[in-house]
C-alpha cells in the first residue's frame, strides 16, 4: 500500500511561512497525481492545491497566491510551500495521491495522516 507521511507542520504567527513535506515510495510517487487538502475544526475538507506527474499545477480561486506546490519525483517527496499566513488557514493538512496501485481516479485514492497548521493572530 502507498504510505504518505507528511511533515512539518507547527504553529507559526500570522505574516509567517511554513513549509509541508510528504514523503511516499518513489516507484508509485513518481506516475502519481498529488495533491494537498486541509480541514479545519467544524468545516469540511477543502481542496489546496493538486500536482500531476509533469508538474502542471492546480490552484482553486480562494488558494491562489499564497501557496505554492511542488513536487520532487527523484526523492518522492510533495510539498506545499505556504506564505503570508493568515488565522484561518489553521487545519490539519493532508497529503494525498490521485493513484493507488494501477487504479488512478480524479478523486484522491490514498490519504496521508495528516499535519497540523496553527497560525496565532
Known amino acids: 500500500q502507498v504510505q504518505l507521511v507528511e511533515s512539518g507542520g507547527g504553529l507559526v504567527q500570522a505574516g509567517g511561512s511554513l513549509r509541508l513535506s510528504c514523503a511516499a515510495p518513489?516507484?508509485?510517487?513518481?506516475?502519481?497525481?498529488m495533491g494537498w487538502y486541509r480541514q479545519a475544526p467544524g468545516k469540511e475538507r477543502e481542496l489546496v492545491a493538486t500536482?500531476?506527474?509533469?508538474?502542471?499545477?492546480y490552484y482553486p480561486d480562494s488558494m491562489r497566491g499564497r501557496f505554492t506546490i511542488s513536487r520532487d519525483n527523484r526523492k518522492g517527496s510533495l510539498y506545499l510551500e505556504m506564505n503570508n499566513l493568515r488565522p484561518e488557514d489553521t487545519a490539519m493538512y493532508y497529503c494525498?495521491?490521485?493513484?493507488?496501485?494501477?487504479?488512478?481516479?480524479?478523486?484522491?485514492?490514498?490519504w496521508g495522516q495528516g499535519t497540523q497548521v496553527t497560525v496565532s493572530s
Open positions: 494525498v495521491s490521485y493513484c493507488a496501485g494501477s487504479v488512478c481516479s480524479d478523486q484522491p485514492q490514498k
Open positions: 500536482i500531476s506527474d509533469s508538474g502542471r499545477t
Open positions: 518513489r516507484s508509485i510517487f513518481s506516475t502519481s497525481p
